[in-house]
């Protein structure tokens, strides 16, 4: 079994210029799984819900257009959000999903301290994205695949604090939206992990593998709030519930999913439970065209492919 993980950088319509580069990208991947960030969701003329559209036209064609298909949605029922929808595809049958976000840790509270003009008001952090939680029957065993975008290291809006998109008033007030986009991904890896704990506790030797735009390496944070090794909890009864980061078997020079500013990163992750992790036989990530995001948006380029690298895990079912 071949799992990907692979953002696709805002696909929308119209789709044409970039199925040249894309499509032989996801070809390429040979998934069995594939966990894809960044789906946007198109309207059609009288249409009241949104649709798929721009993913449809992508995967005509390929191995994947009969998969089965599991993605988030704007409103339960009322179809996918404007942008970045999450959707797993998989040759297997999908037994089951769900989208959580905010449904095991509510929102925290707090109050602005640079906003202008000054306010007494506390606002709510919400995650801007849920993940995407997809039971998999794979015959005799069921796979957990958790498909994930966390919030990116971009300081969040605060009331009157910017002179334009990308442009702040004052250091103090874009330090505050930056530590605002961190609480999000933290808030996001803890809600994960405890999606992760209620797994175990209904299947002490469940598969679980999680995917996704983490949008942080491997010593940050969330990365180790959601691995929880035993060095950490300094309890090795609970080492079975730890999950491995897979890529840390990618060699240095290879261990990149993203260049910004000439600075390679590894932004895009695969973890799996020890249970998963006992089949496990390789890894790979698919940078060899990769391209600088922070050049090609000084230049006001948009993306043909990509700019984050996909991620390939093999194994031995």
Request: charged share 20%.
């Amino acid at each position: 079994m071949r799992m990907a993980t692979f953002n696709i950088e805002n696909l929308d319509l119209p789709v044409e210029a970039r199925l040249p580069v894309l499509r032989p990208a996801l070809e390429r991947l040979e998934a069995d799984i594939v966990c894809l960030q960044e789906v946007n969701g198109q309207r059609g003329p009288g249409e009241r819900a949104r649709s798929l559209k721009a993913l449809d036209r992508l995967l005509e064609g390929t191995r994947y257009e009969t998969y089965h298909r599991a993605a988030t949605e704007r409103v339960i029922g009322e179809g996918p959000a404007e942008v970045h929808n999450l959707v797993t595809l998989s040759r297997y049958p999908v037994l089951s999903h769900a989208q959580i976000q905010h449904d095991l840790m509510p929102a925290l509270e707090r109050r602005v301290l640079t906003a202008e003009p000054p306010s007494e008001s506390v606002s709510p952090v919400r995650f801007e994205r849920p993940v995407l939680h997809a039971v998999i029957d794979l015959g005799p065993a069921r796979l957990h695949v958790v498909n994930v975008h966390f919030r990116a290291p971009i300081a969040s809006p605060v009331p009157g604090q910017k002179q334009s998109p990308f442009v702040w008033r004052t250091v103090m007030g874009w330090a505050e939206g930056y530590y605002v986009s961190g609480l999000k991904r933290i808030g996001q890896a803890l809600e994960l992990r405890l999606l992760v704990d209620r797994i175990f506790d209904a299947e002490p030797e469940a598969l679980v593998l999680i995917a996704g735009d983490f949008n942080c390496e491997l010593n940050e944070t969330p990365l180790r709030l959601l691995a929880g090794s035993p060095e950490d909890t300094g309890n090795m009864a609970l080492a079975s519930r730890s999950l491995v980061v897979l890529d840390r078997a990618l060699d240095t020079s290879r261990r990149f999913s993203a260049i910004h500013m000439g600075q390679p990163q590894m932004l895009d992750h695969i973890l799996a439970s020890h249970a998963l992790f006992g089949e496990f036989r390789s890894i790979e990530v698919h940078n060899e065209a990769l391209g600088d995001a922070a050049i090609a948006y000084g230049k006001g380029l948009e993306a043909a492919g990509s700019y984050h690298a996909a991620v390939v895990a093999s194994f031995s079912f």
